[in-house]
């Protein structure tokens, strides 16, 4: 390193050095003697010490200014402005004076910049916030009149003077400005933007929506940035008052104006970001019934609907397509949503009987035989697998499913690996674990770097945890914490955590073994065998990590048996007790759903979401959550 400035530092000397010989010879060439050339020099140098000087007094001026010391800022300011009055040195120099209540000093310094710049409003401005100052009404009052009347005629100019008077809090005199701006003809702009950015000022988030709803109304082109405005908002609003606030206004301009697509567009838009999806529902299909061809719309909320877990909601919009039939290009992916919403949502819910299992199962393979096997309706084909073997215990019919399936032409890479996961779940469900755990890595290694492949290496990741391998399960789950998709990273990162937490309280692992062997019985459906290992478990005295899990898994396992009411009790223990597991949130989501749809206990559900929201804002359920307490607190009216 040296080195290197050695080898710099001559080459500076040299080039100072001709520099020196080139300004001396041209000041002999131009007549200037050598101590004539002296003197200049010098004074170029006492020019810049000053600049510098100068430089260091204003930094330190705005210092003081910082720290709130103005009388020192005001001191120092005074000659650096006197001496260069610019608008930057002016407004701290101003200030230092108001905050002092020199407001004599103010208003001598801002009547000269008015007649040295009579054309900028901004000192007429300020004149006036000083006679407000002095409680000197009518001076002030008459400078505003001043104003108002003189108003530019282009849009620039209005935005400077509107700022100008929000800066000294004269906000409500912005709006007038804006006001009588727009009614110039010379303008043309509606200030309608500008307008709600002082009513947000202001807290008046009323007018900031009918701002955004003149705007949209009168021009449609700037959905996207009033889009982007109310997500904005959206982030601030804690307690939904202000989505519903929105919701409401925008309501009543779509009831009144029903022939505008513009508005229709919007309140579709906003029903899905609040996840509002019955509302959404009930847009999208007025807008393809209204303004026809929009079945697009429909088929994409069905699609964020089903990605949300609202089986019910996305059920009955593919349904609605579906029913089109031939007429609807989008007849096959309808067909095949409105069957996969049937499957997840008969499998969410613990009260799905037997009996509709097989009749879900039936539907699926009449839609096979009515539609064909193809690249669309392999979904189908996953679906009525998926019931065979974990609803249904027919792991052959299942195999024979999905193997005809795959053996499909044409289908795409990433269409085989989903059903080839799918059927080494179902391998592993039926005891045959090393053939899942084959399969999993064959997809895991076509699909690399696709999401699919980081969910075969999760998947396999969990086959060594069931079998014991807990080196091998973590060093997988340490690669797919950085995954691209968030819930493969998450689920990682939780199973990754209770491994840890488990061997930090058992370092030999017995209490791990206990618990994989009794999650794969749970996988297997094997229930009376996973709740013995879990009562085995708790009569051991697990420490007090183990123990919130171990009743977590039990209440899981009560409610997949119909035991409900025992099933609430046991979340009320976890919850009770152990308030700070990591266990807790998922406790109280999951009691939540189970007073909502087995418990018939809509009351107790909303006292759990909004315990989940408040005590657990940072859960992966409080979103969900949220959604589910404005259903039951605010039911909408068909």
């Not at 400005?177 to 202001?202: C, D, G, L, S, W």
């Not at 405005?229 to 779509?254: G, I």
Request: hydrophobic share 40%.
């Amino acid at each position: 390193m040296s080195q290197s400035i050695n080898q710099i530092a001559p080459s500076k000397q040299v080039n100072r050095c001709r520099f020196g010989v080139l300004v001396l010879t041209l000041a002999i060439l131009i007549g200037i003697h050598p101590e004539g050339f002296a003197q200049v020099n010098q004074s170029l140098e006492l020019r810049k010490s000053e600049a510098q000087i100068r430089q260091s007094e204003e930094q330190l001026a705005i210092n003081y200014y910082r720290d709130r010391q103005f009388d020192k800022a005001a001191l120092l300011l005074k000659p650096l402005f006197e001496e260069n009055p610019s608008q930057y040195l002016y407004l701290y120099y101003l200030n230092c004076l108001l905050e002092l209540k020199e407001y004599k000093e103010a208003e001598k310094v801002v009547k000269k910049q008015r007649k040295e710049f009579p054309d900028n409003f901004r000192y007429l401005i300020d004149q006036a916030y000083i006679f407000d100052q002095q409680d000197e009404k009518k001076k002030a009052n008459k400078l505003f009149k001043d104003l108002m009347l003189d108003l530019p005629s282009d849009r620039n100019g209005i935005v400077q003077i509107a700022s100008a008077l929000q800066s000294r809090g004269y906000n409500d005199l912005a709006i007038l400005t804006y006001k009588k701006a727009r009614q110039n003809p010379e303008i043309q702009h509606t200030f309608n933007m500008e307008m709600a950015n002082v009513y947000m000022y202001n807290g008046d988030y009323g007018k900031v929506f009918d701002s955004y709803l003149d705007q949209l109304e009168s021009n449609p082109d700037d959905m996207q940035s009033i889009r982007n405005q109310l997500q904005n908002l959206m982030r601030m609003d804690v307690d939904n008052n202000l989505s519903d606030d929105f919701r409401q206004k925008l309501l009543e301009r779509a009831q009144k104006n029903a022939d505008s697509e513009t508005l229709a567009e919007m309140l579709l838009w906003y029903s899905i970001q609040i996840k509002d999806f019955q509302m959404a529902l009930r847009q999208a299909k007025a807008i393809d019934s209204r303004f026809g061809f929009r079945e697009e719309a429909v088929m994409e909320l069905a699609n964020i609907a089903f990605l949300n877990h609202q089986y019910t909601i996305c059920k009955e919009a593919y349904g609605y397509i579906k029913e089109k039939k031939d007429k609807s290009p989008y007849y096959l992916d309808a067909s095949t949503g409105y069957y996969k919403s049937m499957v997840h949502g008969a499998e969410d819910n613990p009260a799905t009987t037997r009996e509709e299992f097989i009749k879900l199962s039936k539907t699926g393979q009449d839609y096979l035989k009515q539609l064909g096997l193809n690249s669309i309706t392999i979904q189908i084909a996953k679906g009525v697998a998926h019931i065979e073997a974990f609803e249904l215990g027919h792991f052959s019919e299942a195999r024979d499913i999905l193997t005809r399936a795959i053996d499909l032409k044409n289908l795409q890479a990433d269409q085989t690996a989903v059903l080839k996961l799918e059927l080494a779940d179902i391998l592993l469900a039926s005891g045959n674990i090393w053939d899942a755990t084959l399969l999993y890595s064959q997809v895991e290694l076509e699909m690399k770097n696709e999401p699919v492949g980081h969910e075969a290496k999760l998947k396999n990741a969990r086959v060594f945890y069931y079998v014991g391998e807990f080196g091998w399960a973590q060093a997988n789950l340490d690669i797919l914490k950085s995954a691209t998709s968030k819930l493969i990273s998450n689920d990682a990162i939780d199973l990754s955590l209770f491994i840890t937490d488990i061997l930090d309280e058992d370092t030999l692992g017995f209490t791990l073994r206990k618990f994989a062997a009794a999650d794969l019985y749970t996988y297997q459906h094997h229930y009376d065998s996973a709740m013995m290992v879990l009562n085995k478990i708790e009569a051991s005295n697990p420490g007090y990590v183990a123990q919130p899990y171990v009743l977590y898994q039990k209440a899981r396992l009560l409610s997949y048996q119909k035991h409900f009411a025992a099933s609430d009790s046991v979340y009320t223990l976890l919850i009770d007790q152990y308030p700070e597991s990591i266990k807790t949130d998922n406790a109280l989501y999951q009691q939540a759903e189970l007073r909502r749809l087995n418990l018939n206990n809509p009351d107790g559900a909303l006292q759990r979401y909004l315990q989940l929201m408040t005590d657990y804002p940072e859960s992966l359920y409080s979103g969900e959550a949220r959604i589910r307490y404005r259903e039951l607190r605010q039911p909408i009216a068909e």
